[in-house]
DNA sequence: TATTTTCCGTTGCAAAAGCAACACATTATG
DNA sequence: CATAATGTGTTGCTTTTGCAACGGAAAATA
């Protein structure tokens, strides 16, 4: 539907044409960034995985974004309140380029190719981001724990092209991203089991339904 | 924080020099419009209020945005599955504006002013379209009925800048928002008002705490 | 103005979800 | 390899939420 520009191979092929990005490399569990008011940073993760995550006053712990390879992220796209903390972990070795969006938007003076191309595709990819989020919206206003799982389920399995996947997420993390109870999830999971609706192989979740 | 350009002095001035666009009024209650697939509408709700509905598989109803003026929605901002209606309801008079997409990524042939500024702007347009789609995330990953509410009231209440608001919408549709049941937010707001949270007259709310 | 429709406020009861605790498996790490 | 840390799977109990139903208020409409 969207006009997919390549975003890969337009970092592959400039990610090393400007001046004024910062490139680093972060290993597991690392911070790679903290939200910050006022920075409006924007990072593109190349490689890894990572997750967004927010701890509230209750030191609840919510996944708000599961970022891979290409993810954009960063406080551009946050509005920062004082209510809480909001850190970019690594989920596994991470390479992560830092730009400034102010630099992206009034165009670097170098006037770069990479610059160009990207304020070129920056709706679009902005776009992609905003269709992300009306996908987490739907699942997290799914009434049930039950409804929360398959919808997830289902998506991943649009995205796979399979019945059958692997859960980018520890089942630990999974509650978290869909904002449910670990244990009450777990034994949601044992009825959709003994329901015939999936199949459960550790993290492999298979689709019976339809 | 954002270079806050201002849609409202650029829609006024630009909304008739373009051909491509077409502009309909509607009266409360009626279908705006309804989001199906590959069309990639773009619209801006010139004046009044408007949500946008799901109603999925079991006939539920949740609100998941809800548009006030000024306001951009449509195809465009949605990966549309088959598991659900997507509707854009008047819940009063309204004006909007319908554009295809396409032609403003690919800027329309008239070259016409409005799509000039448009394509300039849109990446600021639709970052604070990520920022409220995040903070609505917020919203929903919290645990209780308590909270939810408790986290819409203060959002409310820094817009306003006073701890005393209107809520923009009935209570009904408030639960709908924050995908409750009513009548359990119903007694969630009876125990606010007994512990001394809040006081409400109608749909007036004034928050006491802190 | 009379009447219909929608919304508000409330409640009893049932179902779902959260909490806490524990044993065991798996994975990191010294 | 031994040990620590993290993740999985389970359960009893408590709290929260949802469901259904109803009367009355407010708003829309004929």
Same mark, same amino acid.
């Given at each position: ?36 008011? %006022?920075r409006n940073q924007l990072c593109i ?47 596994? %070795? ?64 649009t995205r796979k092209l399979s019945t ?47």
């Amino acid at each position: 539907m969207n006009t997919n520009f390549d975003i890969e191979n337009f970092i592959l092929d400039f990610s090393n044409s400007c001046q004024k990005k910062q490139k680093k490399v972060f290993s597991k569990n690392e911070v790679v960034t903290t939200y910050i008011k %006022n920075r409006n940073q924007l990072c593109i993760l190349l490689d890894g995985n990572a997750d967004l995550v927010r701890y509230d006053l209750n030191g609840n712990r919510t996944i708000v974004e599961h970022f891979s390879k290409n993810a954009l992220f960063g406080e551009v796209f946050y509005t920062i309140t004082t209510n809480n903390e909001l850190l970019v972990e690594a989920k596994s %070795n991470c390479t992560v380029l830092f730009y400034s969006y102010d630099d992206i938007f009034h165009k670097c003076r170098n006037n770069c190719k990479f610059h160009q191309t990207l304020s070129e595709n920056l709706p679009q990819l902005i776009l992609n981001k905003v269709t992300d989020l009306n996908m987490r919206i739907e699942l997290l206003t799914k009434r049930s724990t039950r409804d929360k799982l398959l919808g997830y389920f289902s998506l991943l399995s649009t995205r796979k092209l399979s019945t059958s996947f692997e859960l980018p997420f520890s089942l630990t993390d999974l509650a978290d991203y869909l904002s449910v109870d670990r244990s009450a999830m777990m034994r949601e999971l044992k009825l959709l089991k003994e329901d015939g609706f999936i199949e459960k192989n550790g993290n492999r979740i298979t689709l019976l339904y339809k």
